[in-house]
């Protein structure tokens, strides 16, 4: 390999030798082939893990519908009342929301596609951004309530999620600290 | 419980330092069924290992995470709460807080700090600046931990720490309280009144008014230009101790300058926000989009020429702002004649260098620089009266003087 044949790479042998070691340089890309392949590791998992079999909770990519990521809420046998109740909770809530963003962006799209076709109708070929500020204004307007009702409810059920998640947070800490002396 | 496994390859420095109990084994190969993020060139033999961040935190961190020559690959299902990279929690707080835009709070006040007609105090003036990032990290986080569901919509705010799971929410919440606190006490102990109550004024209306009306009505937009005018202010009370006409002027010309850049910021994101059910001029009135943005530019033209007038600056400040700004009002009428991916975002990028320049030469063209008043009248009055043993420093406010009276007074002997 061009390695043997390179002079020690002390400071008296780099100045000496420099037009050598420049004449054998090798580029990025050779010595990445050349180098041992290190093998990457890898974290986490390629698929949703059992919730019993796993000692955290797991989050996945992105769902392609409601653009929600999903959870895995992991327990076990001493789980307690509040955590259990938690862990329930959040399952409810994920559910929900995820379930009204899948109806909401499927809405979303087949109104889009709608409105695209309408105009194609009439004769406009390619619909420029002003044509669909029409559209848009109009889903957000036919909408409007619905948006309030989520809203109201995703701000309630959040801080439930967080209230409950502190209890639970004090029960484990002041159990940790009860179970050490 | 566990997968089955064919065929183990451990990553030897793996081994000694992972609980084995603890560790999820799969072994991902090529005839597995492949996701979209799972990397094209994966090995047969590689083994995907879970370390749950409460293990990577509390122990010794495996050396392949520390050690940065080894690839790290992260796989589709990561254990919830997890850093992404060896820097540590750090780098996730910055995340939570929006650390750039937060800087850019910090600066201003600075610039209305530095503004303000009285004498420089370095402590109050850390305290100060300090105090309002805090405050502005604490914000950022509680407008983060309500957000989720929408910014995951969003293609610009899906990779942010709560979406992906790397931070809890009550994590974050918890950061944001912390931080409030301390911020607020910074401002309140550390600088004065008018300033803590500006500074907590200002999270109430991000978090409580601005963050719920994104997504009831377009007056959202002036609101947070509310929000963004009032750090300024907050560091001209903190020098100065009150407010008046130069400071008005001062937030004026940010609270203007919040609709072009905010409206070129959302011309390009109409769809994401309409689907994800944002409220915003961009989507639902588009010519008042236009219109806003170049009306405000012109005020920020019209204020600055104002600004010697209120006796902030001197008169060059009119003429050396004159080429900056008819620069941006010129971008706006280009953005008002032809609204296009094109022009909105050359009006965002030139609002960012705007801002900064316009602080700068605000500063440069400062009318009086107020230095602290001659301490040596206060000393011959001490020494020439034994029996006076108080003599009130005449200049700065500084907060310390309510918590500390004796030491002040001591200290002015």
Known sequence: MNRNSLPPRTISSLLKHWSRRYATEQTQATHAQTRPKKSPVYVGLTQPPEAESVSCDYIGPPDAKSNLRPYVRHYDENETEMAKKLRLLRIEVEKWNMDFWTKHNKRFYEEKDDFIRLHKLNGSEELTADQMSVFYKTFLDKNRRIHLMYNISWYLKNFDMLTLAFAVHVQSTVNRFRRKP | ?413
């Not at chain 2, 089955?4 to 799969?26: F, V």
């Not at chain 2, 569901?149 to 931070?167: A, W």
């Not at chain 2, 301490?375 to 006076?388: A, F, G, H, P, R």
């Not at chain 2, 005449?394 to 030491?407: N, R």
């Open chain 2, 1 to 413: 419980m566990f997968r089955r496994l064919s065929k183990l390859t451990i990553c030897d420095h793996l081994t000694t330092q992972i609980i084995p109990a603890q560790i999820n084994l799969i072994r991902c190969s090529a005839s597995a069924r492949p996701t979209d993020n799972c990397k094209s060139a994966v090995p047969l033999e590689a083994l995907s290992v879970a370390v749950p961040a409460h293990i990577l935190n509390n122990e010794q961190q495996p050396q392949a995470i520390r050690n940065p020559t080894k690839s790290l690959e992260f796989l589709p299902w990561m254990p919830s709460p997890y850093t992404s990279n060896a820097s540590g929690p750090l780098s996730q707080y910055k995340k939570l807080s929006k650390f750039r835009l937060t800087s850019l709070v910090v600066i201003t006040t600075m610039g209305g700090y530095a503004l303000a007609p009285a004498a420089f105090d370095l402590a109050t003036f850390a305290m100060c600046s300090l105090g309002t990032g805090l405050v502005s990290a604490a914000a950022n986080s509680i407008n983060q931990y309500h957000e989720v569901p929408f910014d995951s919509q969003m293609s610009r705010t899906k990779n942010r720490v709560l979406v992906t799971g790397q931070i809890t929410p009550l994590k974050a919440v918890g950061f944001a309280v912390v931080s409030a606190t301390t911020g607020l006490s910074m401002l309140y102990f550390g600088v004065n009144g008018l300033t803590a109550a500006l500074g907590a004024g200002n999270l109430f209306l991000y978090t409580s008014v601005y963050t719920p009306m994104k997504r009831m009505s377009i007056a959202n937009t002036w609101v947070g230009s509310i929000v963004g005018a009032i750090p300024p202010l907050m560091g001209w009370a903190g020098c100065a101790g009150s407010l008046d006409a130069g400071a008005m002027i001062l937030a004026g010309i940010l609270y203007a300058w919040q609709f072009p850049h905010f409206n070129a910021l959302s011309w390009n994101l109409r769809p994401d926000y309409s689907r994800a059910g944002y409220r915003m001029m961009a989507v639902t009135n588009p010519g008042l989009c236009r219109r806003t943005a170049l009306r405000y530019s012109v005020a920020i033209g019209a204020l600055s020429i104002l600004a010697p007038v209120a006796d902030v600056t001197n008169y060059w400040f009119a003429l050396e702002t004159l080429p900056l700004n008819a620069y941006f009002c010129y971008l706006a009428y280009k953005f008002h004649q032809k609204s296009d991916s094109g022009s909105s975002r050359k009006l965002f990028r030139f609002s960012l260098i705007h801002l900064p320049a316009l602080m700068l030469l605000f500063l440069a063209n400062k009318k009086h620089w107020y230095f602290k008043d001659d301490t040596e009248t206060n000393d011959e009055t001490v020494k020439s009266d034994k029996s006076l043993i108080s003599a009130l420093p005449k200049s700065t406010p500084s907060g310390l003087e309510k918590v500390l009276p004796v030491a002040v007074t001591e200290g002015s002997r």
